[in-house]
């Protein structure tokens, strides 16, 4: 900011107000060029709690607050003629808060947690086709298996491969395993 112009004789009171710029960094130093005989000076910060102000050659910054209760850190420095007046302000804000790494871990464990939901649901989806849990597909295979067997013994008896008696063992047999495999109902 500068400013331009001609200034009145007298006495002028000059006020600025402006954002200090920050950068996730606690601390920030600024050089401010003040207008031509400058009799006092008064500086001040709104902040929060663990904030400091500190104003080259100023004494410390008092704590304040303004008529809505926030906090204001306070300094300010009266300057004669016969010493040289100041011809810039040089002062450090100390104690900004910062983003920590909260942020960071809270949305790596959102999407982390995010990507096991959607590979959950895609598992279940997958499964969802198949409506039958595993002992049940395994009791269908064997179902299958133990049918072609019976419809192999039978082309076998046919073509004469096999002889009655062995054909009745094996039937037997087989008509046993199917009938394990059946659920019991009451």
């Known amino acids: 900011m500068r400013l331009v112009g001609a200034v009145p004789p007298g006495q002028h009171q000059v006020t600025y107000t402006f954002h200090v710029p920050r950068h996730n960094t606690a601390n920030a130093s600024f050089e401010f ?3 031509p005989n400058v009799m006092q000076a008064k500086v001040g910060l709104a902040s929060s709690r663990g904030a400091e102000l500190t104003v080259e050659d100023f004494p410390d910054a008092q704590p304040n607050s ?11 420095k009266s300057f004669d003629r016969a010493n040289q007046l100041p011809t810039d302000l040089r002062f450090q804000v100390l104690g900004l808060p910062t983003v920590g790494i909260g942020r960071v871990v809270a949305a790596v464990v959102a999407i982390l947690l995010a990507v096991l939901g959607l590979l959950f649901a895609l598992a279940k989806s997958k499964n969802k086709g198949q409506s039958k849990n595993e002992p049940e597909l395994l009791q269908d295979r064997a179902r299958d298996r133990l049918l072609s067997e019976l419809a ?11 002889g009655p008696k062995t054909y009745q063992e094996t039937r037997s047999t087989i008509m046993a395993a199917l009938i394990r495999l059946e659920p019991m109902t009451e």
Do not use: D, V, Y
């Open 152 to 162: 192999e013994l039978e082309g076998a008896k046919l073509t004469g491969q096999i």
């Open 33 to 35: 060029e003040l207008p």
């Open 66 to 76: 303004t008529q809505n209760g926030q906090r204001l850190l306070l300094t300010s």
